[in-house]
């Protein structure tokens, strides 16, 4: 089968078809898109070699699966299972996981790929394949407020109205909050607004303007620091981005002005199929382009433009 393959540069190569062991399942994929992470791994971040990505819609191709010629989603984090992490339901930090297409794990830029079961989520079939591609990005949005209580008289401040960006917006949007998203890119903000969302360029904000909450995925090294500047005292800040090279911060403004600070990483799948389902939050503004597989490495050189939000692989 083609796949697009990481190994100090990415490259399409012809590699066997995955053969699933026992639990897991072969999948063709039917659409997959790209992340940042993908874009983050192809500069060096976790040292990863292999098949790239990791966000997908595809049709269970093994007989036997109680998933068997349906489409379905699937969470990235594959798990041990029996360890302290995973028996205390903690099993997205399984110390002995493999994460689709990021670590240990080929991804899902190919025409197979292969995850257990019981990672699996049916896709509804009344969400488009374009649509349910968005699913774990959407479940990471969620995963918020699964780890916080967000009240609607807080206000908030989102940093970046990139791909995550809009969906956390849209999933706050519905949580009531006053909530503001900021982005450099005056073409980002434009693209908020036309989805109904309250936004603004970072550089109209002032020293003085502050939120009980910040939310920072801008993706850049920098945010943190950006959004640290413009958070209320005993605020909480919520980290999403991860990149190849970190910033080092200032940790005495976190102890001075008693900041709690929240890793947020990958959330629950059923939550975000059941809000695309309800079309409770739209990401098909967000779709800039879509490429066939066989343009998988223009899609990539699309996908690092500054004005691009999401683009999607056709396979």
Do not use: W
Not at 15 to 44: A, F, M, Q, R, W
């Amino acid at each position: 089968m083609k796949a697009l393959v990481f190994n100090k540069v990415p490259e399409i190569l012809e590699v066997p078809v995955p053969v699933p062991e026992h639990g897991s399942v072969l999948i063709k994929v039917l659409y997959s898109s790209i992340c940042n992470t993908d874009i983050e791994i192809i500069k060096g971040y976790m040292g990863f070699k292999g098949i790239l990505g990791h966000e997908f819609v595809g049709e269970v191709v093994t007989s036997e699966s109680r998933f068997f010629g349906q489409r379905v989603v699937g969470e990235i984090n594959c798990s041990c299972g029996e360890c302290y992490l995973c028996l205390t339901g903690r099993k997205t930090h399984c110390p002995y996981r493999s994460t689709l297409g990021i670590m240990d794990h080929d991804g899902v830029f190919a025409e197979y790929c292969v995850l257990p079961e019981s990672n699996l989520h049916l896709v509804p079939e009344d969400i488009d394949p374009e649509i349910a591609v968005f699913t774990e990005p959407l479940a990471a949005a969620v995963e918020i407020f699964e780890q916080i209580q967000i009240r609607p008289s807080q206000n908030v401040f989102i940093f970046g109205a990139g791909k995550l960006g809009l969906l956390i917006s849209q999933v706050f949007r519905l949580n009531g909050c006053e909530t503001i998203t900021f982005d450099i890119s005056e073409s980002k903000v434009k693209k908020a607004r036309s989805m109904g969302i309250h936004a603004a360029l970072v550089q109209t904000l002032s020293e003085s303007d502050k939120a009980e909450i910040c939310v920072e995925c801008t993706g850049n090294a920098d945010g943190i620091d950006i959004a640290l500047k413009h958070l209320y005292p005993r605020g909480k800040l919520i980290l999403k981005t991860t990149v190849e090279k970190c910033e080092k911060i200032d940790l005495n403004q976190i102890v001075i002005n008693e900041f709690e600070i929240i890793g947020s990483r990958c959330g629950l799948f059923e939550p975000a199929l059941s809000l695309l389902g309800q079309r409770l939050v739209n990401p098909q503004p967000m779709i800039t382009k879509v490429f066939s597989f066989e343009e998988i490495l223009k899609a990539f050189e699309c996908a690092v433009k500054p004005e691009i939000i999401k683009v999607i692989i056709k396979h």
